[in-house]
């Protein structure tokens, strides 16, 4: 199991988007995520298509690397923390973004006590 520390450690500067102009070696949170995992499964001779330089992937892309990672997290948690990772990524809260990768990247119980503890509701993607 891998967490949002030890992915940081290799890709500690995210960037928003909509903030920052991007270079060729810009990423968001879940590109930090898709580039950890990329780089580690391309050691093991994996199929992953060549990672990109500038690294911002979708929703489908970010659940899908969540689920891959974390096989106890159902779709639905799995969509719902790629939307908050995201969304808090892309308003520049890249502290609260690292926190719900690493939420879904560690999360075992079907109790979801990180998001009930930030008092976030069912939908809710930030803080209200």
């Not at 970010?62 to 939307?83: G, K, V, Y």
């Not at 973004?97 to 939908?123: F, K, N, P, R, Y």
């Amino acid at each position: 199991m891998i967490t949002a520390a030890q992915i940081r450690t290799q890709y500690p500067r995210p960037i928003s988007t909509g903030t920052c102009p991007t270079t060729r070696y810009s990423y968001c949170v879940g590109g930090a995520l898709y580039l950890y995992v990329h780089s580690r499964e391309s050691l093991l001779h994996s199929l992953l298509p060549a990672a990109p330089t500038c690294c911002f992937p979708g929703v489908g892309e970010i659940r899908h690397l969540l689920q891959h990672e974390n096989p106890a997290l159902s779709f639905e948690r799995a969509d719902f923390a790629a939307m908050r990772i995201v969304a808090l990524n892309d308003i520049g809260q890249f502290e609260e973004s690292w926190q719900a990768l690493d939420w879904a990247l560690t999360c075992t119980d079907a109790v979801d006590e990180h998001v009930e503890s930030e008092g976030i509701h069912e939908g809710e993607l930030v803080p209200a």
